[in-house]
C-alpha cells in the first residue's frame, strides 16, 4: 500500500458502539489515501477489543488508562498523512467531498496549519458546538479564519503541528484546542473554519461524567490566561469567563465544583509563569480583529444559558 496523505485519528473511551459505528462510516469512503487510527483511553468496556475484531486494517492504540487529550497526541504520532484529521468517537464520517476540499485547500495554501469542520446535529444542517467568533446564524455556511478549535472535528497539518507541538497534556480536557490554536498563529500559521467541510455530531453519554467539564472548562482558564494572553487581554478575558463559568455551574447545580477548579487554577499559576509566552503585538492584532465578529455579551450569555453541554473555550 502506498503512503497515505490523509490520517484519520479517532479517539474513544467506553463508547464501543459509537466508534464501531464511526469506523463503519469511514471505511465506506473507500478511499486509498486515508488510513484510520484508533486511541482507546482506556476504556473498560471491551472497546479496544471490539475494534480489533471488527476492523483489523485500523490501527489500534490501546492505552491502559484514560489520559485525556494526551491520547490524541498517541494518534498524532502514529500519523502517517500529511493531513490529519482529530475526530470524537462521537462524530459522523466526513464525505468524500469533504476529504477532497482537504486536499485542495491544503495543497493551495501552504500558510494553513488547520481547517475546522461545521458541526450539526444528526440528520439535520442544523448546527450545533459552535465555538466561533462570528454568530453561526451569517457565518456557518462562509469560511473564516478562527483561533477557536473544537478537537474532535478539525483537520491538521501534519508538518505544522511537528513545528509547534501537539495539544497540551496537563490540560487533560478543554481549551486544548486553543493553546494549540494560539501556538500556531503565533508562529506564524493560519487556522480557519469552512462551512462545506461538515460532519455530525452525536454527543454520547458514555464516558461523559456530570462534574468533567465544569471543573477543566473553569480551571484551564487560568492555563491560557498565564501563558499566552497579555496582561490586560488576560484579566478581562479571566474575570469574563470565570464569571460565566459561575453562572453554569450554577445553573447545573455544581458550584462547588466552580470553587475547587478555581482554587487548583490559582495554585498553578506560578507554576505556568515560568513558561508564559505572551502573544506578540503582531498575533494580538488578528485576535483582536476576529473579536470584533464575536456577539454582544448578553446575547452571547444567553444564548448558552438557554442549552446545556456548552464549550467555552
Known amino acids: 500500500m502506498s503512503r497515505p496523505d490523509i490520517s484519520a485519528v479517532v479517539l474513544t473511551y467506553r463508547r464501543r458502539e459509537e466508534v464501531t ?38 490501527r489500534l492504540v490501546a492505552l491502559p488508562e484514560n489520559t485525556g487529550v494526551a491520547g490524541r ?30 486536499r485542495k485547500r491544503f495543497a493551495a495554501e501552504p500558510d494553513l496549519a488547520a481547517l475546522c469542520f461545521r458541526i450539526t446535529w444528526p440528520g439535520s444542517d442544523r448546527v450545533r458546538d459552535w465555538v466561533h467568533r462570528p454568530p453561526p446564524e451569517v457565518a456557518a455556511d462562509t469560511t473564516f479564519p478562527t483561533y477557536e478549535i473544537a478537537e474532535g472535528a478539525v483537520a491538521w497539518r501534519a508538518a505544522a503541528l511537528r513545528e509547534v507541538g501537539l ?39 458514555g464516558g461523559r461524567l456530570p462534574w468533567r467539564r465544569h471543573y477543566y472548562d473553569t480551571r484551564n482558564l487560568f492555563w491560557i490566561a498565564t501563558l499566552h494572553w497579555p496582561a490586560g487581554y488576560g484579566a478581562a478575558y479571566l474575570a469574563r469567563s470565570l464569571a460565566a463559568m459561575a453562572v453554569y455551574s450554577l445553573r447545573d447545580h455544581c458550584p462547588g465544583v466552580w470553587w475547587r477548579a478555581v482554587r487548583d487554577g490559582l495554585r498553578a499559576v506560578p507554576r505556568l509563569r515560568r513558561e508564559r509566552r505572551p502573544l506578540s503585538p503582531r498575533t494580538m492584532a488578528r485576535i483582536r480583529e476576529m473579536d470584533r465578529r464575536r456577539p454582544g455579551f448578553l446575547r452571547l450569555a444567553w444564548r448558552r444559558l438557554r442549552r446545556r453541554g456548552f464549550s467555552l473555550d
Open 73 to 102: 497526541n498517541r494518534g498524532i504520532e502514529q500519523a502517517r498523512g500529511d493531513i490529519v484529521i482529530t475526530l470524537d468517537d462521537d462524530m459522523g464520517a466526513p464525505d468524500a467531498d469533504a476529504l477532497a476540499l482537504l
Open 21 to 58: 459505528r464511526l469506523l463503519g462510516a469511514l471505511h465506506r469512503l473507500d478511499d486509498p489515501g486515508l488510513e484510520i487510527i484508533v486511541v482507546d483511553n482506556g476504556s473498560d468496556d471491551g472497546t479496544a477489543a471490539a475494534v480489533a475484531e471488527q476492523w483489523p486494517d485500523v
Open 167 to 205: 495539544f497540551r497534556e496537563d490540560l487533560f480536557i478543554s481549551h486544548e484546542g486553543l493553546d494549540l490554536s494560539l501556538r500556531l498563529w503565533e508562529a506564524g500559521w493560519r487556522v480557519a473554519y469552512d462551512g462545506r467541510l461538515r460532519v455530525s455530531h452525536d454527543q454520547a453519554a
